[in-house]
């Protein structure tokens, strides 16, 4: 089955520091990986995905991420954190079902606390 | 605003009752995914529609149901409710394709007491 890690429950960085918060999946086949950001009282909204390509994503507000096949890793990153950027962050993997459709199984959620 | 649009945005009902909970997906998307999202189980897909028919289920109570309508709005029925069905419900949808990505709607609260 697949499935990804999220290491870490909290992730704690100061304002224009460079954050990074991590994420590792098992798959079989070829990973379809994405990173969701959830604020408070807010919905999921998504921020980038990697299929096939670049090692390196670029996605909204300045987020990216690095797909590192030999580390079977996606972390997602930026170069300067900023105090809006505080929230939950969940990385997912596609989990093509029998079907030919896809769900998402997402990791357990990292706590982003960027402090001015 | 990701298109996708989910009523009510809170609910607070007893232990015993029935709610429905409704999603209309972004224009265009004839998928639509519905998610549970609770402090001890996280984020679990529950069940997936595609253009009015039922593809794919997960790890979805009996005592839960759902449906797509022609007009491609959702709903998410919660029937015998008990206290550990208070959670988040979120609705996403997506076009058909393999490797598209699911936009989610801001979710329902649920709170039963």
């Known amino acids: 089955a697949q499935s990804v890690a999220q290491p870490e429950d909290q992730v704690n960085v100061a304002e224009g520091n460079p954050l990074t918060v991590k994420c590792t999946y098992s798959v079989s086949g070829n990973p379809y990986l994405f990173w969701y950001v959830q604020y408070p009282n807010r919905g999921l909204q998504f921020l980038l995905k990697?299929?096939?390509?670049?090692?390196l994503v670029k996605g909204s507000y300045g987020f990216e991420a690095e797909f590192n096949k030999s580390q079977t890793s996606f972390h997602l990153k930026k170069p300067s954190a900023l105090v809006s950027d505080s929230a939950l962050y969940f990385c997912?993997?596609?989990?093509?079902?029998?079907?030919?459709?896809?769900?998402?199984?997402f990791g357990t959620g990292t706590r982003l606390l960027v402090s001015p | 605003d990701s298109g996708v649009t989910q009523t009510p945005k809170h609910l607070i009902t007893a232990t015993g009752q029935r709610v429905t909970l409704r999603c209309s997906p972004r224009?265009?998307?004839?998928?639509v995914y519905w998610y549970q999202q609770s402090l001890d189980q996280g984020l679990q897909f529950l069940i997936q529609y595609y253009n009015g028919e039922e593809r794919a289920k997960g790890n979805i109570l009996e005592r839960f149901s759902a449906q797509q309508f022609p007009d491609l709005h959702s709903e998410l029925n919660l029937s015998s409710l008990e206290l550990g069905d208070s959670a988040l419900y979120f609705c996403?949808?997506?076009?058909?394709?393999?490797?598209?990505?699911?936009?989610f709607g801001p979710g329902t609260r649920l709170l039963v007491l």
């Open positions: 996403a949808s997506s076009p058909r394709l393999a490797g598209e990505t699911q936009y």
């Open positions: 990697y299929i096939t390509g670049d090692n």
């Open positions: 224009s265009g998307d004839l998928s």
């Open positions: 997912a993997v596609r989990d093509l079902m029998n079907t030919g459709f896809q769900k998402l199984v």
